[in-house]
């Protein structure tokens, strides 16, 4: 079956760096995104990565390894406004996206 | 302006009505989706839907259908309402979706409909 991994929640400090991780087993593969969703709103489109690497944006990066089925969000200089909840989504060979249940970030001055 | 567009925003009624929730993009996309979040904020995908095809996911009961009178528009109608639909519902729209595009399946949100079955 196809299947998305992340841990559910994690807690880091204000101005400090965390690193989310996601792991994904599909039928195929055609990029992996990431969302933020704070709470009580829609999520939102940070990243999409379809080759192996990083992909740097501002504060927030995101790698993927295709061989290993891996994939991380790394967000840097934490702001209290990055406590929000972050899914990966893994786009299958059928152009479906496979969702994660979500991580929740809790950001602590 | 608003890119993909939800009414309403709050809906809250009886156990057994039959309520629409209708959803609406100015992008002009190809696809649009229903999704479904419950309490445990898990995101599960209803519907997908473009002019060529229509998936279901197939753990969404019947009672649930969407309806989409142009490429701009697709709404959810939800018949004899139970508690356990009580769920926030977010529409979503990507500019290829199922023709396949990768990038070009960023999914944008609509700001989501938080029902409530009493």
């Known amino acids: 079956g196809q299947n998305i991994d992340q841990p559910t929640e994690m807690t880091a400090t204000e101005g400090a760096i965390v690193q989310i991780n996601c792991t994904y087993q599909?039928?195929?593969?055609?990029?992996l995104f990431w969302y933020q969703q704070h709470a009580g709103e829609a999520p939102t489109f940070l990243s999409y990565?379809?080759l192996d690497g990083l992909e740097e944006k501002g504060r927030f990066s995101s790698f993927l390894s295709r061989s290993k089925g891996y994939s991380y969000l790394l967000l840097k200089e934490l702001q209290m406004k990055d406590s929000a909840s972050y899914l990966c989504?893994?786009?299958?060979?059928?152009?479906?996206?496979?969702w994660g249940a979500g991580t929740k970030l809790i950001i602590k001055p | 302006d608003t890119a993909v567009s939800q009414t309403p925003k709050y809906l809250v009624t009886q156990m057994g009505n039959d309520k629409s929730i209708k959803c609406e993009q100015n992008?002009?996309?190809?696809?649009m989706y229903w999704y479904k979040q419950d309490s445990k904020k898990f995101l599960k995908i209803m519907f997908s839907?473009?002019?060529?095809?229509?998936?279901i996911n197939e753990t969404v009961p019947n009672r649930f259908s969407p309806k989409s009178p142009d490429k701009a528009h697709l709404n959810l109608h939800i018949n004899s309402l139970e508690l356990g639909d009580s769920a926030v519902y977010f529409c979503?729209?990507?500019?290829?979706?199922?023709?396949?595009?990768?990038?070009?399946?960023?999914?944008?949100f609509g700001p989501g409909t938080r029902l409530t079955v009493l």
């Open positions: 979503a729209s990507s500019q290829k979706g199922l023709a396949g595009g990768g990038f070009a399946d960023t999914q944008y």
């Open positions: 992008l002009g996309h190809d696809t």
């Open positions: 839907y473009n002019n060529k095809e229509l998936i």
């Open positions: 599909t039928s195929g593969f055609n990029g």
């Open positions: 990565n379809v």
């Open positions: 989504a893994a786009l299958d060979s059928n152009y479906q996206l496979i």
